[in-house]
T-cell receptor, first 111, second 112 residues
């Protein structure tokens, strides 16, 4: 079945540092790929998505590229802020949109 | 409403009690999903509705879990004879056809 593997956290960075959170997936066919974010005390929000190979999703300075050859969708941001502290989930969806999530990576950004 | 709403936000149940969790999707959204999120884990799929039809219930962990959406709008997830392992956050999401899923804030269920 479909699965998503992402790097374990927590990840602690200083403000303005470069962020990478690794994500790889296993799926049949050509799934859509997502990054969701869960801020403290809030619900899940879609951060960005890519629907086909080589697509780059981007939002709020975050970006991720759909790499079919390496089955990866790594999340990057050039300069993190304290307000980016949250839990980030890599996810995929095939067929009728049922979403399969990774276990989440907690990011803590310190001033 | 503006988004997906869920009630109650928090529920404490004694082991063996039945609980009912409600989801109000975004108006007009055809698809509705339920997920279970254990502490420190990602959400896991439970069941899927398209309008009032339950098209996939493969993720329901046992026959104690039951979901319905009788009029194709509001949905209820019912858990009978709750067990400690049922403690989790239950998330509801809705979407229109071929669009992203919008998640509600979740119901945190604690079984004591």
């Amino acid at each position: 079945g479909d699965s998503v593997t992402q790097m374990e956290g927590p990840v602690t960075l200083s403000e303005e540092a470069f962020l990478t959170i690794n994500c790889t997936y296993t799926a049949t066919g050509y799934p859509s790929l997502f990054w969701y974010v869960q801020y403290p005390g809030e619900g899940l929000q879609l951060l960005l998505k890519a629907t086909k190979a080589d697509d780059k999703g981007s939002n709020k300075g975050f970006e991720a590229t759909y790499r079919k050859e390496t089955t990866s969708f790594h999340l990057e941001k050039g300069s993190v802020q304290v307000s980016d502290s949250a839990v980030y989930f890599c996810a995929l969806s095939g067929g009728y949109q049922k979403v399969t999530f990774g276990t989440g990576t907690k990011l803590q950004v310190i001033p | 409403g503006a988004g997906v709403s869920q009630s109650p936000r928090y529920k404490v149940a004694k082991r063996g009690q039945d609980v009912a969790l409600r989801c109000d999707p975004i108006s007009g959204h055809v698809s509705l999903f339920w997920y279970q999120q254990a502490l420190g884990q990602g959400p896991e799929f439970l069941t899927y509705f398209q309008n009032e039809a339950q098209l996939d219930k493969s993720g329901l962990p046992s026959d104690r879990f039951f979901a319905e959406r009788p009029e194709g709008s509001v949905s209820t997830l019912k858990i009978q004879r709750t067990q400690q392992e049922d403690s989790a956050v239950y998330l509801c999401a809705s979407s229109s056809s071929a669009s992203e899923q919008y998640f509600g804030p979740g119901t945190r269920l604690t079984v004591t």
